[in-house]
C-alpha cells in the first residue's frame, strides 16, 4: 500500500537547474508511483538576494556571474541539452533580463495555500525559460495568477514569513539548488537522474 511522504523542494525559478530537476522529480514518483502518496511543498530560495528590484539585463548578469558570454553561452548550451532530455525547451538567446524573483516566491506561497502552487511552478518556469518573459513583471505574475486562478494576489501575499522561511533554508545550512528535503529526515542536492531520486524516496519511505 501506498504510503504519505512530505517531499520539500528548495528551488529558485530562474534557476535551469530545478526546472529540470522538477521535471526529473516527475519521472521518480512515477517509478514509485505504487509505494507512494508524496505531499509536494514549495520552499523559496533565492539565488540573487540582492538583486535590484526591477532585474537587470541578462547578459550584463551572466557577464559579471561567468567572466564573459562566451562562456555564458557554452553553459547555456549544457544545460539547453539536459532540458531537452525531460522536454524542456530552453530559450536562453530570447531572454532579455534576470529578475528578482521575491515576488514569485510570494505568489507560490499563496497559491501553496490554495493547493494550487504545482501549477503555478510550472507556469513561471515555462514564462521565464521557455516564453522569456520578465517574472519580475507585476503584469506577468498577475496573469500567471489569473490563469491559475490563485485568488487574492497581490493582495494577500505575505512577505514577510516568505522571507523568513528563506532564511530558515539558509540557517539550515541549504545552499545550492535543486535541493529534495524527504520526510525532513534527509536532503538530495541537485538534479538527480530520476533514479537515484526513487532510490532516495525508497530510503525515506524505509526510515
Known sequence: MARELAIEIASDVICPWCYIGKRR???????????????????????NPEMPAAGMPRTEYRRAKFGSLERSRE????????????????????????????????????AQRQGKAAGVVDALFRAYFEEAKDIGDATVLTDIAA???????????????????????????????????????????????PESLAQAIRQALAG
Open 147 to 193: 490563469r491559475r486562478e490563485v485568488s487574492g494576489w497581490p493582495g494577500q501575499a505575505r512577505a514577510q514569513e516568505v522571507a523568513a522561511l528563506e532564511e530558515e533554508m539558509r540557517r539550515l545550512g541549504i545552499n545550492a539548488v535543486p535541493t529534495f528535503i524527504f520526510a525532513r529526515k534527509f536532503g538530495v542536492s541537485g538534479a538527480q537522474p
Open 25 to 47: 522529480l516527475e519521472k521518480a514518483l512515477a517509478l514509485v508511483e505504487s509505494e507512494v502518496k508524496p505531499e509536494l511543498h514549495w520552499l523559496p530560495f533565492e539565488l
Open 75 to 110: 553553459l547555456d548550451a549544457r544545460v539547453a541539452a539536459e532540458g531537452r532530455s525531460v522536454g524542456i525547451d530552453f530559450g536562453f538567446e530570447r531572454i532579455a533580463r534576470t529578475p528578482n524573483t521575491r515576488a514569485a516566491h510570494e505568489l507560490i506561497d499563496l
